[in-house]
């Protein structure tokens, strides 16, 4: 599943409807903020994929701590690193523990790291936009 090829999520898309022209702007700003940021589709597959069950199991009132699905199998050291941060953000953004965080950056340098996180921070956003409108 890749964020450029499903784009955002029908629901969202849907609550735009009666205002072509924020449709138009939102399409823009996440093709921009959510999509062009992952150079490598590998990861903004493994990343979209772990946002839309987080958000799911959010929905549900099933996000709690301890009992979070574990991670996809066969995910490569880097795509298991934004997995778990995945989790710890959307658990508390407040409180992503230091080892998530060490993680990451035996991964991606500074820059990377910080489109990564600012990227996570929107699509969770959209994610509870979608929850709120469902």
Request: aromatic share 8%; proline share 6%; glycine share 4%.
């Amino acid at each position: 599943m890749s964020l450029a090829a499903t784009g955002p999520d029908r629901e969202i898309l849907e609550t735009l409807d009666h205002a072509p022209h924020r449709l138009e702007r939102f399409l823009a700003f996440f093709e921009h903020a959510a999509v062009e940021p992952f150079d490598d589709s590998r990861l903004r597959d493994a990343v979209a994929a772990r946002v839309a069950r987080l958000a799911a199991l959010e929905h549900a009132g099933a996000l709690v701590g301890d009992d979070l699905p574990a991670p996809p199998a066969g995910l490569e050291a880097d795509a298991l690193a934004l997995v778990r941060f995945a989790d710890a953000f959307a658990l508390d953004y407040q409180a992503i523990p230091d080892d998530v965080y060490a993680e990451l950056d035996r991964h991606f340098d500074a820059p990377a790291l910080t489109e990564l996180l600012w990227t996570f921070a929107i699509l969770r956003g959209i994610a509870r936009a979608r929850n709120v409108l469902s």
